[in-house]
């Protein structure tokens, strides 16, 4: 019973016959063609015996039976012409791909050449070269795709030649399939046929004491109803590999896809919420412009009817700095003062200031400001004091010379 296991990547496969265990691995490179061949890629069978399989191998050195196992499955798979190795050619005579088969013996119970041609064939059935194309100015440039922008292009395999082994002893009434290590120690000849499904004997392989007629075609008849029956397990088991293989390719690319959905969605989410935040401050930055708009005219009216000498509500003040509260309207402090300098109104209080009659000139401003609004009469001395320019000096305190005629003509 053959048990085909596949390993993770693409080219790979493990057949298990019995206690032998064979592991087949296929890779691929650009090369050359040959000159009698310049349309085909070549195809090359490496086998590899281990002492960790068998004692009795040689690390490093290929010996007869390696030599042996190498030449039966590549006159198999060659002379079928089961690959076809004219889908190998990139350009021709330049460039043709070269497929390497790896035959990695793990361990040694016997019909190494059963278990080692299965292997081969699985992993040439589960093999995915690049796609190529040519390019560049001349149109001879080499453009390998990688998988993700292109699907890996698998082998072309028209048949599988399936090698079956038949041991002989001195009885020739005797004939063993599939014999194990023991069997092929003590067994007087063997031959290994190699078969398709279709019934065709791809080649044959024939060591030891001869057999006659009979026996060779009873052999032949066997190997083709084995070759059928193992077809179909091999089949069956690249075809569940190639499903699993699909299943595992769609749930990836739906995992890539519902990300970059809930990306998209996490995306729009965050444009409409910046969009509504630029849509606050936008209607945020119209108000204030607005209110300064409106703060501005009102302002501007303001200025105005100081410089008219009314207020906004078009009541009339007297000419000194008491008439009006500067903190009645937000009107600015300095821009008062410097209003009120530029019509000589500071000039006046200090002329009165100087003369000694505050309390009389106090009086007579008040009078007209009651008349005005009586609230403008609770204005304190301190409001006063910051009306005054600049500090008193020794020529305050001198009266002029007109107010001293005053006052002597007054006391005759």
């Given at each position: 019973?053959?048990?085909?296991?596949?390993?993770?990547?693409?080219?790979?496969?493990?057949?298990?016959?019995?206690?032998?265990?064979?592991?087949?691995?296929?890779?691929a490179?650009?090369?050359?063609?040959?000159?009698?061949?310049?349309?085909?890629?070549?195809?090359?069978?490496?086998?590899?015996?281990s002492?960790?399989?068998?004692?009795?191998?040689?690390?490093?050195?290929?010996?007869?039976?390696?030599?042996?196992?190498?030449?039966?499955?590549?006159?198999?798979?060659?002379?079928?012409?089961?690959?076809?190795?004219?889908?190998?050619?990139?350009?021709?005579?330049?460039?043709?791909?070269?497929?390497r088969?790896d035959?990695?013996?793990?361990?040694?119970?016997?019909?190494?050449?059963?278990?080692?041609?299965?292997?081969?064939?699985?992993?040439?059935?589960?093999?995915?070269?690049?796609?190529?194309?040519?390019?560049?100015?001349?149109?001879?440039?080499?453009?390998?795709?990688?998988?993700?922008?292109?699907?890996p292009?698998?082998?072309?395999?028209?048949?599988?030649?399936?090698?079956?082994?038949?041991?002989?002893?001195?009885?020739e009434?005797?004939?063993?399939?599939?014999?194990?290590?023991?069997?092929?120690?003590?067994?007087?000849?063997?031959?290994?046929?190699?078969?398709?499904?279709?019934?065709?004997?791809?080649?044959?392989?024939?060591?030891?004491?001869?057999?006659?007629?009979?026996?060779?075609?009873?052999?032949?008849?066997?190997?083709?109803?084995?070759?059928?029956?193992?077809?179909?397990?091999?089949?069956?088991?690249?075809?569940?590999?190639?499903?699993?293989?699909?299943?595992?390719?769609?749930?990836?690319e739906?995992?890539?896809?519902?990300?970059?959905?809930?990306?998209?969605?996490?995306?729009?989410?965050?444009?409409?919420?910046?969009?509504?935040?630029?849509?606050?401050?936008?209607?945020?930055?119209k108000?204030?412009?607005?209110?300064?708009?409106?703060?501005?005219?009102?302002?501007?009216?303001?200025?105005?009817?100081?410089?008219?000498?009314?207020?906004?509500?078009?009541?009339?003040?007297?000419?000194?700095?008491?008439?009006?509260?500067?903190?009645s309207?937000?009107?600015?402090?300095?821009?008062?003062?410097?209003?009120?300098?530029?019509?000589?109104?500071?000039?006046?209080?200090?002329?009165?200031?100087?003369?000694?009659?505050?309390?009389?000139?106090?009086?007579?401003?008040?009078?007209?400001?009651?008349?005005?609004?009586?609230?403008?009469?609770?204005?304190?001395?301190?409001?006063?004091?910051m009306?005054v320019?600049?500090?008193?000096?020794?020529?305050?305190?001198?009266?002029?010379?007109?107010?001293?005629?005053?006052?002597?003509?007054?006391?005759?």
């Amino acid at each position: 019973m053959y048990l085909v296991d596949f390993c993770r990547e693409d080219g790979s496969a493990e057949v298990q016959l019995g206690q032998t265990r064979v592991m087949g691995i296929v890779t691929a490179k650009f090369v050359q063609p040959y000159r009698d061949r310049p349309n085909e890629g070549t195809l090359a069978i490496y086998p590899e015996f281990s002492p960790m399989a068998d004692p009795s191998f040689e690390a490093g050195r290929s010996g007869e039976s390696a030599v042996e196992l190498g030449r039966i499955i590549d006159r198999g798979l060659r002379e079928s012409r089961a690959v076809d190795t004219e889908s190998l050619c990139i350009v021709a005579g330049k460039l043709v791909w070269a497929i390497r088969i790896d035959i990695l013996i793990l361990d040694n119970g016997g019909n190494l050449v059963d278990a080692a041609n299965i292997a081969a064939l699985a992993a040439l059935m589960t093999f995915r070269r690049p796609e190529c194309s040519l390019g560049g100015e001349d149109g001879q440039e080499v453009i390998i795709h990688p998988p993700e922008m292109r699907d890996p292009l698998p082998l072309i395999v028209h048949h599988l030649p399936i090698a079956i082994t038949f041991g002989f002893f001195i009885d020739e009434n005797v004939v063993v399939i599939d014999p194990i290590l023991n069997e092929e120690a003590v067994m007087a000849g063997r031959m290994i046929a190699t078969v398709n499904a279709n019934g065709d004997i791809c080649a044959i392989q024939k060591a030891g004491e001869g057999v006659s007629q009979r026996v060779i075609m009873q052999c032949l008849q066997l190997a083709m109803t084995k070759a059928a029956d193992i077809t179909k397990q091999i089949k069956a088991a690249v075809e569940a590999y190639n499903s699993e293989r699909a299943l595992q390719k769609i749930k990836r690319e739906t995992t890539c896809v519902g990300n970059n959905v809930k990306g998209d969605q996490n995306q729009t989410l965050d444009n409409k919420g910046i969009s509504e935040l630029v849509g606050k401050y936008m209607e945020r930055l119209k108000l204030i412009s607005v209110e300064s708009y409106a703060s501005q005219n009102i302002n501007a009216e303001e200025t105005k009817s100081l410089r008219r000498g009314t207020d906004s509500n078009c009541i009339k003040f007297n000419s000194t700095p008491l008439s009006w509260d500067p903190y009645s309207k937000c009107v600015d402090l300095e821009f008062l003062k410097a209003s009120v300098a530029s019509q000589g109104l500071s000039t006046a209080s200090e002329e009165k200031e100087a003369t000694g009659k505050e309390k009389g000139s106090e009086a007579e401003s008040a009078g007209p400001y009651e008349d005005v609004n009586s609230k403008w009469s609770a204005v304190d001395a301190s409001t006063t004091e910051m009306h005054v320019i600049g500090p008193k000096t020794l020529k305050d305190a001198v009266k002029p010379k007109n107010k001293r005629k005053k006052k002597a003509s007054s006391m005759i």
